[in-house]
């Protein structure tokens, strides 16, 4: 971690790549850069292009974490679209904003790269891919530029944050927990209009606490002579936390998370322009997992009934919506998984052209026949798009839009009174020092022998260990003992979980919806999605 801080904290691409376009130069400025992927290995990328394919537009999450997620393997979204032949292209950002940026300087700025791209390209339009947050960004980006971008895919994106299950999608009822967007503005000016992605980081880390203070260490420990080396890829990325500017995170919390204004046609874009979904013609395509519990299947589809609420709506606006579901897979893995990048990524690049030609309407995309072979000269599977009625996108668990009226109304108040009470109280700190103290990062460089003496004796016995040490097998009698204790600790933190998960339902419940908490005391969370 401190080395790729001192580094500059770059994009994680494991591919060469040159800067196109810097933002920062622009008017408004935005701290965004577009990259142009140029090689991998000793592979140019122009050996390997198809002329007759589009430029693909990749945009990583800005959700506390640095760029490069969709490309920092081999055998990646980078990778894949490198592999079927199209001219590739990154979204880039840097770690500190620019000043006073918000969510509308991106838009400027990503709209200035699709023109670029455009024109290196003979006017054809860019495929756009949409990583988690990228997604709504995405979004924003096709209902403000009607016609300029082609078609648009989104993975693991929420856009209907209302949505969900309460015992099982927790996150969705924090904004209302901490009574609104306050807490966001208040971190921002304590470190003089900076706000940490870290806490954002540290929001999604509590999610799984299993998977945080145990399970992902254990199997480092466990598998030390095969996994050091993906664990610390992973986390050199999960650990290399940006910095937002506070206009651009209260934006982001007050339209989406708590205002849910995408979906709803209020996001104020400019003065005057508002996005609107339902001026998007170009097609999209939703991929989302039923495994996934920060962006559940009901954050990904439920806008599609919520803006066209009947099928003939849909056709009317001549659109066309795809959506594909993967049953297991966790939110990072619809995008980082090697299996799912050669199989789902390939498919969904290689139907591209498919997509296009289909009839307005809603379908689901179905894969079938797999081998999951990139590098076989036949069909590794058949691919069908399936025709859907909107009216039939729903799941067994239908939430409430009241309680969540009333959380966006607590936190326009409670904004009011910090602004008036609070906010002139507030002396910033060095943001060097809460950044440094913060425990995200805290908690990683204190095992580091730059900072913690300690710790500086493990590098003059490590060889000896190296050299004495006898693995056991998976019969050894302690072996087993191990294995038990590690599933006994897992077992608790999930129980854990789901008891603290339950109390934080009944607790919204019953602040901001007091007639439903008999309701949700009565109800059993059912982990099976259906579309």
């Not at 990749?58 to 980078?78: L, T």
């Not at 030609?357 to 072979?373: A, D, H, V």
């Not at 309680?403 to 009470?421: A, D, G, I, M, T």
């Not at 260990?465 to 933190?493: A, M, V």
């Amino acid at each position: 971690m401190l080395e790729h801080e001192q580094e500059g904290l770059p994009p994680l691409l494991n591919f060469d790549y040159e800067t196109i376009i810097d933002a920062r130069s622009f008017n408004p400025p935005a701290n965004y850069a577009l990259l142009k992927i140029t090689a991998v290995g000793d592979e140019c990328l122009e050996d390997c292009l198809d002329k007759k394919k589009p430029p693909i537009i990749i945009v990583d999450p800005r959700a506390g974490h640095g760029p490069g997620i969709g490309g920092f393997k081999r055998e990646s979204e980078v990778g894949i679209a490198m592999h079927e032949g199209h001219p590739v292209y990154f979204a880039s950002f840097f770690p500190e904003p620019c000043q006073n940026q918000d969510i509308s300087d991106v838009l400027h700025a990503l709209r200035k790269f699709i023109d670029e791209i455009s024109k290196l390209h003979n006017g054809a339009k860019p495929i756009l891919y949409g990583n988690c947050q990228a997604g709504w960004l995405i979004v924003l980006l096709c209902a403000d530029c009607v016609g300029l971008v082609g078609p648009a895919v989104l993975n693991g994106s929420p856009l209907s944050y209302w949505a969900g299950e309460d015992n099982i999608n927790p996150m969705r009822l924090t904004g209302g927990l901490l009574g609104g967007s306050w807490m966001a503005q208040w971190l921002s000016d304590m470190s003089n209009g900076i706000f940490d992605g870290a806490w954002l980081v540290q929001n999604f880390e509590n999610l799984n606490p299993s998977n945080t203070l145990w399970e992902k260490n254990y199997k480092l420990f466990s598998e030390i002579d095969t996994e050091s080396e993906r664990y610390l890829e992973f986390e050199r990325w999960w650990n290399g936390y940006y910095q937002f500017s506070e206009q651009e995170i209260l934006s982001t919390i007050e339209n989406l998370f708590i205002g849910n204004k995408l979906e709803k046609g209020v996001f104020r874009i400019c003065k005057g322009c508002y996005a609107d979904i339902k001026r998007i013609r170009n097609p999209i395509l939703v991929f989302a997992s039923s495994g996934d519990n920060i962006t559940p299947p009901h954050q990904a589809l439920n806008w599609i009934p919520t803006v066209y609420q009947t099928t003939s709506e849909l056709k009317k606006y001549k659109q066309r919506i795809a959506y594909l579901l993967n049953t297991h897979v966790g939110h990072l893995g619809l995008f980082v998984s090697a299996n799912v990048v050669r199989f789902e990524h390939r498919a969904i690049l290689e139907s591209i052209e498919d997509l296009e030609k289909l009839s307005p309407g809603l379908y689901e995309m179905k894969i079938s026949n797999p081998t999951g072979n990139p590098d076989c000269h036949k069909p590794a599977y058949t691919v069908s798009f399936e025709e859907r009625q909107v009216e039939d996108i729903h799941y067994q668990y239908q939430y409430q839009a009241e309680p969540f009226e009333r959380v966006e109304k607590v936190s326009v108040l409670n904004n009011q009174l910090y602004q008036l009470y609070v906010q002139p109280w507030i002396f910033p700190i060095n943001p060097i020092l809460l950044k440094w103290f913060h425990p995200m990062r805290l908690s990683k460089y204190i095992y580091s022998e730059r900072i913690n003496p300690l710790m500086s004796v493990i590098p003059f016995i490590t060889d000896g260990i190296k050299k004495n040490r006898r693995p056991g097998d998976k019969e050894n009698s302690f072996k087993k003992i191990e294995n038990q204790y590690n599933e006994l600790i897992s077992e608790n933190l999930d129980s854990y979980k789901v008891i603290r998960d339950q109390n934080l339902s009944l607790l919204f419940n019953y602040i901001y919806n007091p007639p439903g908490l008999q309701n949700i005391i009565t109800q059993r969370p059912n982990k099976t999605y259906h579309a």
